[in-house]
């Protein structure tokens, strides 16, 4: 998704790719050097810096929408730690206050990313939460929710041992490394789970254990058929415990 960032009144031309951000490179220039050609500048500066040295890039091109015409153009862009390598090789008063901007819209992208990750797994919770108040009444003890929740798992995960596939301990819980698209996909099939065993008044932990594996297995094959990767080929994310720690003075629940 591309999307301008400001550097003061400045715009900079930016573009998110499997989950880093990048940015124009020539717009960067143009805040570094007030140069009236900072095209040029680019040009002149990457066969110095990098051609003539025999470097590998530090940028990829990627299309990105013209600031005057708003067509789509390939344009050398680079994510933080090639713009840190550019910087380096450009004089400019601005530098370091560029280097700081720098950090704190990628700490922003990194908190954003975690937030909806953490957004994920707490509504998620409260699905469960509110699936176990439903069934409780209806002959399922807390022993068999746990097991009801595992066994959707397994039926989400094709019988995947997702703690061994993750690298983590047996006292841990999958859904802290999950990946929002997962999270959000096992809140789906709990909620149709709460509702179905009201409006199908289920009884016992069999009727409604049936009725959420059939629920993961349809969220399975609807996440396979959309993204064309299996639930369990989606890579382990960071443990929300430990990326987040604390929010708001508070631990994660």
């Not at 080929?233 to 430990?242: G, I, N, S, T, Y």
Request: proline share 3%.
């Amino acid at each position: 998704m591309e999307e301008i960032k400001l550097f003061y009144d400045k715009e900079i031309r930016t573009l998110m790719v499997d989950g880093n951000r990048y940015y124009a490179v020539v717009d960067v220039i143009a805040i570094l050097t007030e140069s009236p050609e900072p095209r040029k500048y680019w040009s002149k500066l990457k066969k110095k810096a990098f051609t003539d040295l025999q470097l590998s890039p530090v940028w990829r091109q990627l299309k990105l929408p013209s600031l005057s015409d708003k067509k789509l153009y390939k344009t050398d862009c680079a994510d933080n730690e090639g713009l840190l390598r550019i910087i380096q090789s450009v004089p400019s008063k601005n530098a370091e206050p560029f280097k700081i901007w720098l950090a704190e819209v990628g700490g922003r992208a990194i908190d954003e990313k975690t937030n909806k990750r953490l957004a994920a797994f707490r509504k998620l919770k409260e699905s469960q939460s509110r699936l176990y108040e439903n069934i409780k009444g209806r002959g399922v003890s807390e022993e068999e929710f746990d097991e009801i929740i595992r066994n959707g798992d397994d039926a989400l995960f094709n019988n995947t041992d997702m703690k061994k596939k993750y690298g983590i301990g047996e006292d841990e819980s999958i859904d802290e490394f999950m990946h929002a698209l997962l999270l959000h996909g096992k809140g789906f099939a709990t909620e149709m789970t709460n509702i179905n065993s009201t409006q199908h008044d289920l009884k016992g932990k069999q009727e409604v254990n049936d009725n959420h594996s059939k629920n993961n297995e349809g969220v399975r094959n609807l996440l396979s058929e959309k993204t064309g990767m299996k639930p369990e080929d989606l890579p382990a994310e960071k443990d929300l415990k430990k990326l987040k720690g604390k929010k708001g003075g508070k631990k994660i629940e």
